[in-house]
C-alpha cells in the first residue's frame, strides 16, 4: 500500500510527533505508516483521512500487482 501521509504532513506543516499527538498513537507509528512498514487501521486510516480534510482513497493507495 502506497501512501502520501509525509507529503500530507509537509503541506500542513507538521511533524511526526504533532500528527503523532493528534491522532493518539506515536510519533513511531507514524514514521512506521509513512515508510511502509505498518498498514494502519481502518479507524487510524480514517483518523488520518480527517486531520488532513481528505478522503482515505487521497492519502492510501493499492499498489498495482503483475
Given at each position: 500500500?502506497?501512501?502520501?501521509?509525509?507529503?500530507?504532513?509537509?503541506?500542513?506543516?507538521?511533524?511526526?510527533?504533532?500528527?503523532?499527538?493528534?491522532?493518539?498513537?506515536?510519533?513511531?507509528?507514524?514514521?512506521?505508516?509513512?515508510?511502509?512498514?505498518?498498514?494502519?487501521?481502518?479507524i487510524l486510516a480514517?483518523?488520518?483521512?480527517?486531520?488532513?480534510?481528505?478522503?482515505?482513497?487521497?492519502?492510501?493507495?493499492?499498489?498495482?500487482?503483475?
Amino acid at each position: 500500500m502506497k501512501n502520501r501521509l509525509k507529503v500530507e504532513r509537509a503541506e500542513h506543516n507538521l511533524s511526526q510527533a504533532d500528527l503523532a499527538d493528534r491522532i493518539s498513537v506515536s510519533r513511531q507509528t507514524i514514521n512506521s505508516i509513512e515508510t511502509g512498514r505498518y498498514v494502519p487501521s481502518t479507524i487510524l486510516a480514517l483518523k488520518l483521512a480527517q486531520v488532513f480534510g481528505k478522503a482515505v482513497e487521497h492519502i492510501f493507495t493499492l499498489e498495482e500487482t503483475d
